[in-house]
């Protein structure tokens, strides 16, 4: 299969920003990518550095922008993953992936389970956690289990897609460090970042797409000075093996040939699902084992 990551900067407006992103997605489907995947909120600006209800208006549109990414998809026949900020009601929104298939229908959506409250990822303020649990959303090439950012770092999120048979992990990202740490800790985090999702693809034995923004944005409350956002965007290989990985401050669209059938090859090397004790895994519903 294959398939096409993007990695983009805000462009400063939804309509530059999307029309950057389209012009990267025709380039894709001419070269035959069949799944298109984009990086978390990708067509705003990242909102949730500070605590501002305004902010609640850029989800007005989420209906508009449905159908105006589903006739993307079908323009261009891919299956595309999505992240849009959903208003669900009044005073109710999800950071939300929604899935298109190449006929631009919705395959399915997955509401972003787990919310960071931390310096300038103030996402609990606008996002509720989501409600339609861990569940792979089939569509004509496959069944995708798609998480977004946060959720990358819960070993759990990505052993139920597994089990639930998911072919693949896509985690729509937007992280990246403060100017004002120093080199060694942005190092620290941007390698974390990665080997944590090298453990999820080596323990389930699946391929992992995540495309992260790259670009520096202010923080307007100004507290800090703002995110830059590290890049890095990479695909992963059922062994944990890097099939590509950008730069941290690039713009990029790469196409990567993905062989699924190498799932089964490696769980039958490394039968981890087989050995698994789940008779004595009770502990993990607990929120702590204290005694």
């Given at each position: 299969m294959k398939i096409a990551l993007i990695q983009h900067k805000f462009q400063g407006s939804k309509e530059k920003t999307n029309e950057k992103i389209c012009a990267f997605i025709k380039e894709a489907a001419a070269k035959k990518a069949e799944l298109v995947c984009l990086a978390e909120l990708h067509q705003s600006e990242y909102f949730c550095q500070s605590e501002d209800v305004s902010?609640?208006?850029?989800?007005?549109?989420?209906?508009?922008?449905?159908?105006?990414?589903?006739?993307?998809?079908?323009?261009?026949?891919?299956?595309?993953?999505?992240?849009?900020?959903?208003?669900?009601?009044?005073?109710?929104?999800?950071?939300?992936?929604?899935?298109?298939?190449?006929?631009?229908?919705?395959?399915?959506?997955?509401?972003?389970?787990?919310?960071?409250?931390?310096?300038?990822?103030?996402?609990?303020?606008?996002?509720?956690?989501?409600?339609?649990?861990?569940?792979?959303?089939k569509t004509s090439i496959g069944k995708l289990g798609v998480l977004i950012c946060w959720d990358q770092w819960f070993v759990e999120a990505a052993r139920i897609m597994a089990l639930k048979g998911a072919d693949l992990l896509i985690y729509p990202t937007a992280i990246g460090y403060f100017d004002e740490d120093d080199e060694e800790e942005r190092k620290r985090q941007l390698e974390a970042w990665v080997l944590v999702q090298k453990g999820h693809s080596v323990a389930n034995g699946l391929h992992i797409i995540t495309p992260n923004r790259v670009g520096f944005e202010k923080d307007e409350s100004k507290t800090r000075s703002g995110i830059r956002f590290w890049g890095n965007s990479f695909v992963l290989g059922p062994q944990g093996e890097e099939l590509f990985r950008a730069n941290e401050k690039d713009e990029c669209l790469k196409i990567v040939d993905i062989d699924l059938k190498k799932s089964e090859n490696v769980r039958r090397w490394w039968?981890?699902?087989?050995?698994?004790?789940?008779e004595y895994f009770a502990d993990l519903q607990k929120r702590f084992c204290d005694n």
């Open positions: 902010k609640f208006d850029l989800a007005n549109d989420y209906e508009k922008d449905l159908k105006f990414w589903s006739c993307v998809a079908k323009e261009n026949s891919i299956v595309l993953v999505s992240s849009l900020f959903e208003k669900r009601a009044i005073g109710l929104y999800h950071n939300t992936a929604v899935v298109f298939d190449k006929d631009g229908s919705v395959a399915g959506k997955y509401r972003k389970m787990h919310i960071p409250d931390d310096p300038n990822f103030y996402e609990k303020f606008y996002f509720t956690p989501g409600d339609l649990g861990f569940e792979p959303i039968p981890f699902l087989r050995d698994r004790r789940i």
